[in-house]
């Protein structure tokens, strides 16, 4: 089971919730679905709607608490940061790396103002 699609189909897809859900001028994803799916669970406040949040920085603390990320088998990462307007995909990386990876991907970028 699971999914195959390429690095760049991730990135679309962290794209679309980067956007809010718009596609060029097409809303796909309503936008109180993906508050719904970016709000904190009551059973668990780092985890949304098949989401991964970061959540008192808890997750990836050299980040913004507003990013999130879909995470999955083999350590595939789709992070979106909508403060520096950035979606990143890691493949096949060490959980443990992935903090410094994003905490050095964002130390070389300016914040979208």
Excluded at 23 to 34: A, F, V, Y
Excluded at 76 to 81: D, G, K, P, T
């Amino acid at each position: 089971g699971g999914l195959w699609i390429s690095a760049r189909d991730l990135a679309r897809f962290g794209y679309l919730h980067l956007r809010r859900g718009r596609w060029k001028d097409r809303q796909l994803l309503s936008e109180r679905w993906l508050e719904q799916a970016l709000a904190p669970g009551d059973q668990n406040p780092s985890y949304g709607y098949m989401w991964w949040l970061n959540t008192g920085r808890r997750q990836w603390p050299s980040v913004s608490e507003r990013s999130f990320a879909a995470l999955g088998a083999g350590s595939n990462v789709v992070w979106v940061e909508p403060e520096h307007d950035l979606v990143v995909v890691l493949r096949w990386i060490e959980g443990a790396a992935v903090d410094s990876v994003l905490r050095r991907v964002v130390g070389a970028v300016r914040p979208v103002r």
